[in-house]
């Protein structure tokens, strides 16, 4: 999905990237792939094992709440971001539209929002059988959270799976700060 997200947002590939969260770097690599650093990574609530793995893959990890990336108490840097990704991340706050309105203190003005998240009422059901999932939400209701933090939608897409359970989907955003 980062060809499909970069393809609709000219990241200046000298941008400062901050990741939610994307468990093991997934997103970092996939970025780093494509010329981008310097790269920051965020976790939350991730297993040690993927904050291991990033350290190793040389990327600097923070282990914050992901509900409070830009509280005061926090060293993170405001509005330098050119990037901000929140790949599988999104779902496991208790308030996305607080969170969603941190995101947009710590991006620069135009800077750009990758989002993936979930969809409800799929085979996995996210929304009932994961208890960490505490912030699952139709397509409609992403693109109104997004639009309420103050972002301007560029696209949405959904990402449809197969699992042993059956059907799943995710959705993407990408948005940008005025």
């Not at 980062?2 to 400062?16: A, G, I, Y």
């Not at 050119?82 to 308030?95: D, K, M, N, P, Y």
């Not at 409800?120 to 059988?129: F, L, V, W």
């Amino acid at each position: 999905m980062m060809d499909w997200f970069l393809d609709r947002c000219p990241v200046d590939k000298d941008s400062r990237v901050l990741d939610l969260g994307s468990g093991s770097g997934v997103v970092l690599d996939a970025l780093k792939d494509r010329g981008f650093n310097p790269m920051l990574l965020i976790v939350s609530n991730l297993l040690y094992e993927d904050v291991i793995a990033c350290k190793q893959k040389g990327y600097q990890c923070w282990i914050v709440d992901i509900n409070h990336i830009a509280a005061p108490h926090c060293t993170i840097e405001q509005q330098v971001y050119g990037l901000v990704t929140a790949r599988h991340s999104l779902e496991h706050c208790f308030s996305v539209d607080f969170v969603l309105a941190q995101i947009h203190q710590l991006l620069k003005p135009e800077g750009y929002l990758y989002i993936e998240v979930p969809a409800p009422g799929t085979a996995a059901h996210h929304e009932s059988d994961n208890d960490g999932h505490l912030s699952v939400f139709t397509l409609e209701a992403w693109l109104a959270k997004i639009k309420r933090a103050g972002f301007r939608i560029i696209d949405s897409a959904t990402i449809h799976l197969e699992l042993a359970c059956g059907p799943d989907q995710y959705y993407a955003f990408a948005a940008q700060k005025p």
